[in-house]
């Protein structure tokens, strides 16, 4: 049977070495003194890059204190052993020192004479004063001189210089409150100088539209205030810490859109998201005001993009720009070319700067008649002689209410020969009883024709499309002939001829109240048809054909008129007349 002895033994081993594996959840706390703040409050910082050992100073006060240069260099060793500890530790700690402290303010240390017996040390501003009896430093030394460690001592020192550390109960810590006899720091001693050194840090954050939200450490924050939120508790150890806009918010009716992040007024990222690291700063989520921009007018192409239909709407940001283009176009058989903007700017395309709200661009353009739908082909397929007719398709826009016929010789200018009502038909055919189809094909027998459609809405007629045909004159019809006739100021039916007696040539004038189609010929006394020299619709107004009588005998002749309306239910008009030729 094991003895009581025994079993006391093997139970005080098993509790040792419990206790030696106990997790403390918990270090002591240290008295209030373990702080970072050296007086006046200011942060006590140490660049130890630039500290320089080499200039710490032995103080000798008295008489004999220091006899020997070797406890002089002891003294030395001590102090730099210390230096080197603290440098050690606070570098693990990923302490790193940036102000404060510096070669110029090196740690003197005194050693000086004290009433009492044994030693011991204080600090104060750069100073480590160690006070000692005059023996302390000479040999033999006494117990409690061995009790008071001088490596020890100059570290513990040291802790309260650099770092204001206090004291702690803990018993095996550098920073005991008794005797200074520790060479190494505990693990509480490390935790504690971690956490003394971690300054706090204000930082602001805001909207730049005043209140709003967005998120903090991933966080739906509320800004209530229009000068922000400010965070005054934020560890250093706990940076960085992450900011991110929160999008969808309005502002004054209009959607706010986040562009950056400022550090003042300096731009810190363009994310939405951003870290932010250790510092004392306010930071704005700057947000843009979203306007929508109307456009209006045809077609058009918005930064270059594919073309648009109007009205279109794109969202541009405040005090940003759109380029808009307005494109030619077709639609209903009117096509549209740019003319301006509703700015009486003419450039096209134009940049567009906007601010102050919503806004709508108009583009203006001028329509006319396109001429795709003409079809514009002549009877060269009749027999040699026949009067040229000029055919054509009705224009799909019922706003083009007439059509106006042009005709140019070789050597002659553009003139308007006639003008042709709309009606329901879908086709038209004029007649130009001045020229026959002929198959000499000379450059002198090359005419052009152009019907050009009128657009009423806009006043404006169709751009020049010449056709050309190979015919002979008949008849020759003065520029003064056709002004007469194109004025459209008429009244009433009539038709008469000047100079009658005549010889070889004669003008027949003839006037339509009404659009009709007419027919005028000549006979001779015998009822012979002599000539054709109208057949075809006419438009209301007046006008003249020179008929040339120079292949034909002397005599009487007679010419008649046969009218039909077009657009009414009226008998028309019909009538002849005698001329006289002479010769």
């Known amino acids: 049977m094991m003895n009581k002895t025994k079993i006391v033994s093997i139970f005080f081993l098993f509790l040792s070495i419990i206790l030696q594996n106990i997790n403390y959840a918990q270090c002591p706390e240290p008295p209030g003194t373990w ?104 040999e033999p030394r006494t117990a409690l001189q061995e009790e008071a460690d001088l490596y020890a001592t100059i570290l513990h020192e040291l802790g309260h210089h650099m770092l204001s550390l206090g004291h702690t109960a803990e018993s095996n810590s550098v920073m005991h409150n008794g005797k200074s006899t520790a060479r190494n720091f505990t693990d509480c001693d490390l935790e504690r100088i971690g956490k003394i050194y971690d300054p706090t840090k204000t930082v602001t954050v805001k909207n730049s539209f005043g209140y709003g939200k967005m998120y903090v450490d991933n966080s739906l924050t509320y800004i209530t205030s229009s000068s922000g939120k400010i965070y005054t508790n934020w560890l250093e150890s706990s940076f960085p810490h992450t900011l991110k806009g929160k999008t969808g918010q309005w502002d004054d009716g209009f959607l706010q859109v986040f562009e950056k992040w400022l550090i003042g007024s300096n731009t810190h990222n363009v994310n939405i998201e951003t870290p932010i690291y250790a510092e004392n700063a306010t930071y704005t989520a700057k947000f843009l005001d979203q306007y929508n921009v109307t456009i209006n007018g045809g077609k058009v192409k918005i930064d270059d993009g594919n073309p648009e239909d109007t009205p279109t709407t794109h969202y541009v940001l405040e005090d940003k720009t759109i380029k808009v283009e307005a494109l030619y176009y077709v639609a209903n058989g009117i096509e549209y070319l740019f003319d301006h903007w509703d700015n009486s700017s003419t450039i096209n395309p134009e940049t567009f700067t906007i601010n102050n709200g919503h806004k709508t661009i108009t583009s203006y353009s001028n329509g006319r008649p396109y001429n795709s739908y003409r079809n514009l082909h002549f009877n060269t397929s009749d027999p040699v002689g026949t009067s040229i007719k000029v055919m054509w398709n009705q224009h799909p826009n019922s706003n083009v209410t007439k059509y106006k016929i042009y005709r140019k010789t070789k050597y002659g200018s553009p003139a308007l020969i ?90 027949i004038h003839y006037q339509l109240p009404e659009d009709a189609n007419v027919s005028i010929k000549v006979f001779d006394i015998l009822g012979k048809q002599i000539a054709e020299l109208v057949n075809g619709e006419k438009g209301i107004g007046k006008h003249n054909i020179m008929f040339n009588s120079s292949n034909l005998s002397a005599g009487l002749y007679f010419y008649t008129i046969e009218a039909k309306p077009i657009n009414s239910n009226g008998k028309g008009f019909s009538k002849t007349n005698k001329m006289l030729l002479v010769k």
């Open 35 to 138: 702080n970072r703040e050296y007086p006046n409050n200011t942060t006590f910082k140490w660049n130890l890059s630039n500290y320089n050992l080499a200039v710490t100073t032995i103080i000798k006060n008295g008489v004999g204190l220091i006899e020997t240069s070797e406890k002089e260099t002891e003294i030395k060793n001590a102090i730099n052993w210390a230096m080197n500890q603290w440098s050690t530790v606070l570098e693990d700690n990923d302490i790193h020192y940036s102000e404060g402290q510096s070669s110029t303010y090196p740690i003197n240390i005194y050693f000086e004479e004290s009433q009492d017996v044994g030693a011991y040390a204080s600090h104060a501003n750069n100073d480590i004063v160690l006070y000692t009896s005059q023996d302390w430093v000479l």
């Open 418 to 507: 006639s003008t042709v009502n709309r009606t329901s038909a879908s086709s038209y055919t004029y007649t130009d009883g001045l020229y026959s189809i002929t198959n000499n094909t000379g450059s002198n027998n090359l005419l052009n024709y152009d019907v050009r459609a009128y657009y009423s809405t806009e006043g404006t007629i169709s751009e020049d499309d010449w056709r050309s045909v190979y015919g002979e004159i008949l008849f020759k019809e003065t520029e003064e002939d056709l002004e007469e006739r194109v004025n459209l100021d008429v009244l009433e039916y009539s038709i008469s001829n000047y100079p009658n007696p005549f010889n070889p040539t004669t003008t």
